[in-house]
């Protein structure tokens, strides 16, 4: 039976833990020659990659090595990100803080566009999938400014993207998690259960994300079951940013 992906060539970025992770090992089941990139070597994917996607050097390298080794690049999958302890209020965050974040977050998703769609458009088309925020369309008093402002800004560019190269095959679409049960996550909240608790009153469904449940919209959104989908805000989230009351 084929796979939902079969023979496609994914670009995951952020790919040794969370959403990357899964949506490596989600993407090669469905038939993908997966490249996994991480700061690291041993992310998951048919091809390792490590590079440090805010190098415009180490990106256009990491591209290369993909390209050699399979011929062509369908999916980028932009999904590498830092949301660290010291990026706080706007009125305690250092510049220094903001700047990692937004190098991490933002200008590696900028890198990744500018010198993977070309591939992509030498492929006849494909699909970059922008790993944005449920932060990008909604306030929150926990403020995390450098992290929500990258999100909301990698949200701007791929709409941009979506309707600059929609004529030449190229979709692109932000993919806007809720909060998710990662490593990350897990890490923040364990020694503060009551900030965890803060969060999950506003839930619907009464949890956090799974990583397979994001790493599924993004096998959506890199398959060609989503060809009329682009420039889109895929949100998600399990309804919080529908929400106002939520089920006691």
């Known amino acids: 039976m084929a796979g939902r992906l079969d023979g496609k060539v994914c670009v995951i970025t952020g790919a040794a833990g969370g959403i990357g992770a899964e ?4 993407f090669e089941d469905e038939g ?6 991480d700061l ?16 415009e050097d180490a990106v256009i390298e990491m591209y290369g090595r993909a390209r050699e080794a399979f011929g062509r690049i369908d999916v980028l999958f932009n999904n590498a990100g830092i949301s660290p302890p010291d990026d706080v209020s706007v009125l305690d965050t250092s510049s220094e803080a903001w700047q990692r974040v937004q190098d991490v977050n933002l200008k590696s998703v900028f890198l990744c566009c500018k010198h993977g769609i070309p591939h992509l458009l030498e492929a006849g ?5 922008n790993t944005a925020s449920f932060v990008a369309v909604m306030g929150a008093a926990t403020s995390q400014i450098s992290y929500t402002a990258s999100k909301g800004a990698v949200l701007a560019l791929s709409r941009e993207l979506g309707v600059e190269f929609a004529r030449r095959g190229v979709r692109v679409n932000a993919l806007c998690p809720g909060p998710v049960d990662t490593p990350l996550l897990q890490e923040l909240y364990s ?3 009551e900030q965890a608790m803060r969060r999950m009153v506003h839930l619907p469904m009464g949890r956090f994300a799974q990583a397979r449940e994001i790493a599924n919209g993004a096998l959506f959104l890199a398959s060609d079951e989503s060809s009329y989908v682009n420039g889109a805000t895929f949100v998600v989230d399990g309804g919080l940013t529908a929400a106002y009351v939520t089920p006691e």
């Open 40 to 55: 690291v070597e041993g992310a998951p994917g048919e091809l390792s990659i490590a590079a440090d996607v805010t190098d």
């Open 32 to 37: 993908a020659h997966v490249v996994g990139v």
């Open 191 to 193: 020694n503060d259960p």
């Open 23 to 26: 949506s490596a090992r989600v």
């Open 125 to 129: 088309g494909g699909s970059v999938i």
